[in-house]
């Protein structure tokens, strides 16, 4: 029996047809020729401009290409998929009430021998999937059933709250910020987390965002921080300072874990690990993670 946190959130899709793989790689940011039986990616889906539409996991299951994305992004996801499709023989199918999605906040060391524990690691059952976070491997696992279960092992409910997990790692998921449209990708990291190959070939938005990473013309970025005081006060919106300087906004906050929205021009210098930001009244620590490279 393994516990693990049910997400009702998430939503499955079935990608398949002779041309889904050439179809897909010159859609998405990440290479879906990395994708196989044994691993799964993280990417995105973004307009001619370069904007945010969707990001998800995408994994190879039972001959087919399936995509794993929150709810939020669904309906314009397929949506885009769609549109692009053209002649290629490619089917979209929205297959989420056929599947529950789980996630566990470490790896199931009964699913995944110590020896391999690279990002994205997958092991595939007849009804079930699961996969090491490609992102950052101390994240944990993903599993897709459609008979709650995994192999062997039976899904118990976890009743554990997971969003501080990936919070305290320094992630802020794409489906918690409020107005995507104020952001480009990159500047919530997501090069940083295995979501964009830049040697693959052309894919929509492809333009932009290799500009941005090559010619380093990122203008923001959003950074991790721990409130060292405790306050019940709403933060969000509020300035970010840097030496007497307003040089952010926070953008997300839970509890202790603070998410700000920093300018890169507006930055007395060269954006460091060691840079000292606060609040009017508070003091930020920058939440370090080994990902996070500055």
Request: proline share 2%; aromatic share 10%; hydrophobic share 40%.
């Amino acid at each position: 029996m393994i516990k693990a946190h049910l997400n009702n959130d998430m939503s499955i899709i079935k990608i398949s047809g002779d041309d889904t793989r050439e179809y897909l790689n010159n859609i998405i940011t990440n290479n879906i020729e990395q994708v196989n039986e044994t691993k799964s990616i993280y990417s995105c889906l973004l307009t001619p401009q370069g904007k945010f539409i969707a990001d998800f996991y995408v994994a190879s299951f039972d001959n087919n290409i399936i995509l794993v994305t929150n709810k939020k992004f669904k309906d314009e996801l397929i949506k885009g998929l769609n549109f692009y499709k053209l002649r290629s023989k490619v089917n979209v199918e929205d297959i989420s009430n056929l599947y529950q999605y789980y996630f566990l906040p470490f790896i199931e060391e009964s699913v995944f021998s110590l020896e391999d524990h690279s990002l994205g690691k997958t092991i595939l059952y007849d009804k079930s999937f699961a996969f090491i976070d490609p992102r950052v491997t101390k994240l944990g696992m993903h599993v897709v059933s459609s008979d709650k279960a995994l192999g062997n092992n039976t899904l118990e409910i976890s009743e554990e709250d997971c969003l501080n997990h990936f919070l305290k790692h320094g992630i802020l998921n794409m489906h918690l910020i409020d107005d995507l449209t104020k952001f480009y990708p990159l500047e919530n990291n997501l090069h940083l987390l295995n979501a964009v190959d830049f040697k693959k070939g052309c894919y929509v938005g492809q333009e932009l965002t290799a500009r941005m990473k090559l010619r380093n013309k990122i203008p923001r970025t959003i950074l991790p921080f721990i409130l060292t005081l405790e306050t019940e006060v709403d933060l969000n919106h509020s300035n970010i300072f840097e030496n007497d300087n307003i040089v952010g906004e926070i953008i997300y906050q839970k509890d202790q874990y603070i998410f700000g929205h920093i300018t890169f021009r507006k930055l007395s210098k060269e954006l460091s690990i060691d840079m000292s930001f606060n609040l009017e009244n508070h003091h930020l620590e920058l939440n370090k993670q080994d990902w996070l490279v500055l």
